[in-house]
């Protein structure tokens, strides 16, 4: 049982604020992602849960019982830190069973809880190696079983992943979400790949610059962002902005005009004046010589770079401006320059299409998936997607 | 924070105080003591008849000739020796580098010549040459005493100082030889330069700052030589260095204010070279300090 | 570990031969100084480098004479002595330089880089006075002051360099494994840090073995003269004889611990030589 609260908690470090009011609270049981940028403040709110660090402002309790001013032995939590943090002097069973040695059991009880950690983990055969005779992904198992034999309330896991090679991230990425669901045990997870945060969490927190931006589940963020930086964050490929004009109800964009409909979107009370359309790749269809164009946006797309991946085909491709200026996104956001500076798209569309670099395509943008959002402060004018935005101020 | 960081100055203080606390101690006050005591005559056999006499017993030394030979023999000794250190050891540093077998065998040897007592080795090198009991004579076919004649002792004596101090050399060269990256020689290969070329244009200038710094240390050790020359001559035949000045002065002279002046003058000597170094090589100190 | 770029057999050869050199090189006086300590007594002035029929007769001189064994206590013990000071001492100024912030953090190392460069010469005059007023001279105190104060530079490298290369984050971890600060320390931070402790000790002892010029400025007696001295005035098992070869045996004697500790620590040696000066 272990239901954790953020109430309005802050960090500084001499002098400058690395998170701001943060208010969160996160389910028992659940697996629970915190994302972001690098220097977002994700790492320094998980130190503040286990009691590496104090709070400057705020509370932190679990179970309603208020732990923020408790050491890190008292707060029955487990920790996986991202360089794993296991003893190099220590063999893996006597890394295992550290934490139980230090609260005292007894023998036979040790044993027990390290061999059925060691099975979960599968790490039976290397129970007595010590760390430098083991792989990058034992290690991190081993990081893993230490924190698993405590059967402690809470799980904390710092990036455990990025330092493993691709292949086997995306292994340990499915076995780590098998071992929570197994376990039960709440769960609060930190990284900076939304892949990662997309598929592991129950919900997601995307942090920036030590705010809170939105706090949803996976599917909530995808398809209603609270704002720009959201939706350019989650998602891979990242979603692409064009810069466009609202007037009379109406989306003018390069290469045409736009009414938004579906969800949310039919009745919009905008005021007039500039704003940023977004759209994912796959809300573009390939248009052919001789189809019509049904309601939406038919962009004139002239094919830079085509990426063939057997299931998917993502095209590379520039669009004139018509006179509208590029849309510059926030630099933080993990994109190639070219589509930061908003001169390059991607689309996604069917894989039997094969078109070449120089040629110039049609696709048509759907009216319904457009998002919409402040040209000043990114927020999302949709009201669907407001509507999961984190309650901070 | 600033309880913490006030917390964490005092401790670390405490912790530091001990040690800085010997190393003043036992340098800088018997050092200025020192420089007290070369202000008088005082010759502990007529302990009665201290008196204050000024820079007196420095114009002594200054006008003495036994200290320029000193001066001149310690010099001769240290320039010989780490000049040819130098040499042997970059020679022992690639052998040890380029050599496939027996790497860790070597390195053990050489070991051997830095952890013996200076004093046996000394003793070593005496008997070895020695016209009596020793086998150099008898191999070179020679006979005579080595170390009764000025110029052949100081042949002696620079070689055993080299066979002592060069494994030490050897080795800090050998970490300065594995610091310099494989791919750069490799490119510099694929460019053309061949085996010479390669060593002084691009590991020696790599190697720079580890030279420099065993240079500055091994200038300083050989400067202050006293164990081998007392073994092997006690000083006789004009081989006599500034240490060796200095012990026959105070220890067996017992004359405590002329054998002042004599280790005031050596602590400038030695506080001379190192700034010569120091100012000379450009030697960055302050990164190895700051680390 | 980086190889030989010239394969060809000529080349391996030229630096296998190189290290067979070496080898010989570093070993010779070594092999010297134990074959003058057999030789029998009659034959010492036969200039041979191998002795003529081997004899222990300079071994039983040496071991039956009280002030070699003497000598051999005062070093052992003066030695140790002076060595647990410098590396207990070196071992706190190394954590608080390594781990703590505070200004005068670079001045201790200077301060320590002074010490190694100061001539020992130079006190040996004050020393001898001061010792003598105070009555620490001809004693084991009288000798592990100065040792101890020369041995901390080198301690204080040595173990930062070693403390900087340990992961200090895990004690981190093992706070929140459940542990208080104290068994944090003790069952992560010290097994951790326990090789460069041994092995600045290593380093250290091994200069308080060689130490001549203090053990003759400050000592005089059997109290407290430590071997290299001793030896320096061995005068043999009889006043005629040439004491040459008493002084081979007690020399040997005193190599081959030494020799011994190379051996069993050669690795140990060489990383805290090098990590100390080159990357210190």
């Known amino acids: 049982m272990a239901r954790i609260e953020l109430d309005r908690v802050s960090k500084r470090f001499a002098g400058a604020s690395v998170l701001k009011q943060v208010s969160l609270s996160i389910e028992d049981g659940e697996f629970f992602v915190l994302v972001g940028p690098s220097g977002c403040g994700k790492s320094t709110l998980l130190n503040l849960i286990v009691g590496l660090e104090a709070v400057s402002e705020g509370e932190i309790r679990v179970d309603g019982k208020r732990v923020d001013d408790l050491d890190p032995r008292e707060r029955n939590m487990a920790m996986v830190f991202q360089s794993y943090a296991i003893y190099p002097h220590m063999t893996v069973r006597e890394n295992i069973a550290f934490p139980l040695k230090l609260a005292g059991l007894d023998r036979a009880e040790i044993n027990a809880r390290v061999s059925a950690a060691a099975a979960i983990l599968e790490l039976e055969a290397c129970l007595e190696r010590k760390p430098r005779a083991l792989s990058g992904g034992q290690r991190q198992r081993v990081a893993m079983g230490r924190a698993v034999v405590r059967e402690p309330a809470v799980f904390l896991l710092d990036e455990p992943l990025s330092n493993l090679d691709a292949k086997l991230r995306v292994q340990m990425r499915t076995e780590i979400a098998r071992l929570q669901r197994r376990l039960g045990t709440t769960t609060v997870y930190v990284t900076h790949d939304q892949t990662e945060a997309l598929t592991l969490g129950d919900r997601i927190a995307v942090l920036r610059k030590g705010e809170v931006l939105q706090v949803g589940k996976p599917r909530e963020l995808y398809e209603h962002p609270a704002s720009l930086f959201v939706a350019g964050f989650v998602g891979s490929p990242a979603m692409n902005f064009l810069p466009g004009h609202w007037a009379a109800g109406r989306l003018e964009l390069p290469g045409g005009s736009l009414t938004p409909a579906g969800e949310g979107r039919g009745s919009l009370q905008l005021p007039d004046g500039p704003l940023v359309a977004g759209f994912r790749p796959e809300h573009l269809r390939l248009l052919r010589d001789g189809d019509a164009a049904d309601a939406g946006l038919v962009l004139s797309a002239e094919v830079e770079f085509v990426e063939w991946l057997g299931a998917d085909l993502f095209v590379h491709f520039g669009t004139a401006l018509d006179g509208f200026e590029a849309v510059q996104l926030p630099e933080d956001l993990d994109i190639p320059s070219t589509a930061r500076e908003g001169r390059s798209f991607i689309a996604r569309i069917d894989p039997a299409a094969s078109p070449q670099e120089g040629d110039t395509i049609r696709l048509l943008l759907e009216p319904e998936r457009v998002q919409l959002f402040d040209a000043r402060s990114g927020e999302n004018l949709i009201p669907a997607g407001r509507a999961g935005a984190a309650e901070t101020d | ?291 | 570990m980086p190889r030989a770029t010239g394969n060809r057999p000529g080349e391996r050869l030229f630096w296998a031969a190189g290290s067979v050199a070496v080898v010989i090189y570093a070993l010779f006086p070594v092999l010297w100084i134990v074959s003058l300590s057999l030789k029998p007594g009659a034959t010492l002035g036969d200039g041979r480098f191998f002795p003529h029929g081997a004899s222990l007769e300079h071994y039983l001189a040496v071991f039956a004479d009280p002030r070699f064994s003497a000598a051999l206590g005062n070093s052992l013990g003066i030695a140790a002595l002076a060595t647990l000071a410098a590396v207990l001492l070196g071992m706190f100024t190394a954590y608080a330089v390594v781990r703590l912030e505070f200004p005068g953090r670079r001045l201790i190392l200077v301060a320590a880089l002074s010490i190694a460069m100061f001539p020992p010469v130079s006190i040996i005059g004050p020393l001898f006075n001061m010792w003598r007023t105070l009555g620490l001279y001809d004693t084991w105190a009288g000798l592990i002051l100065p040792y101890m104060t020369f041995m901390l530079p080198l301690a204080i490298w040595t173990l930062s360099a070693f403390f900087r290369e340990i992961p200090w984050e895990l004690d981190k971890a093992a706070r929140v494994d459940g542990a208080t600060p104290l068994q944090a320390f003790v069952h992560v931070i010290v097994p951790l840090a326990a090789p460069g402790v041994f092995t600045a000790a290593i380093l250290v002892f091994m200069f308080a073995w060689n130490d001549f010029l203090f053990a003759m400025a400050l000592t005089s007696t059997s109290e407290a003269r430590t071997v290299p001295a001793a030896i320096a005035f061995f005068t043999g098992s009889s006043r005629f004889e040439q004491p040459t070869a008493s002084i081979a045996a007690a020399s040997v004697v005193v190599t081959v611990p030494v020799i011994l500790v190379v051996l069993l620590f050669q690795r140990r040696i060489v990383a805290g030589l090098t990590s100390g000066a080159v990357k210190g």
């Open chain 2, 1 to 291: 924070m600033n309880g913490r960081t006030a917390a964490e100055q005092r401790l670390a203080w405490l912790l530091c105080a001990p040690a800085v606390l010997a190393m003043l101690a036992v340098t800088v006050y018997p050092m200025l003591y020192a420089l007290w005591l070369s202000l008088f005559r005082y010759d502990l056999r007529f302990p009665d008849q201290r008196q204050f006499t000024g820079l007196d017993n420095y114009l002594s030394v200054l006008t003495s000739p036994v200290w320029w030979q000193a001066l001149a023999n310690t010099l001769l000794i240290t320039v010989a020796s780490v000049s040819l250190e130098l040499l042997l050891g970059f020679c022992f540093a690639l052998v040890m580098h380029r050599t496939l077998v027996g790497r860790r065998t070597v390195r053990t040897a050489l070991l051997v010549p830095y952890g013996i007592i200076t004093v046996v080795a000394a003793l070593s090198w005496r008997f070895a040459f020695d016209p009596t009991t020793g086998f150099v004579n008898g191999l070179l076919g020679l006979e005579g005493a080595w170390l009764a004649e000025r110029g052949t002792a100081f042949v002696v004596i620079i070689l055993t100082e080299i066979w002592k101090t060069t494994p030490f050399m050897a080795l800090l060269l050998l970490a300065g030889l594995t610091l310099v990256p494989g791919d750069l020689l490799r490119a510099a290969r694929v460019d053309g330069a061949g085996a010479l070329q390669r060593f002084f244009r691009i590991t020696l200038p790599l190697m720079r700052p580890v030279i420099m710094v065993a240079l500055l240390f091994r200038t300083l050790d050989a400067f202050r030589i006293f164990d081998t020359v007392f073994v092997q001559t006690r000083g006789a035949q004009d081989t006599g260095t500034v240490s060796l000045v200095s012990y026959n002065t105070l220890i067996t002279r017992l004359n405590l204010g002329l054998g002042s002046a004599v280790s005031v003058l050596i602590f400038l000597c030695v506080l001379l070279l190192a700034a010569l170094y120091i100012k000379g090589f450009g030697i960055d100190l302050s990164r190895r300090e700051e680390s």
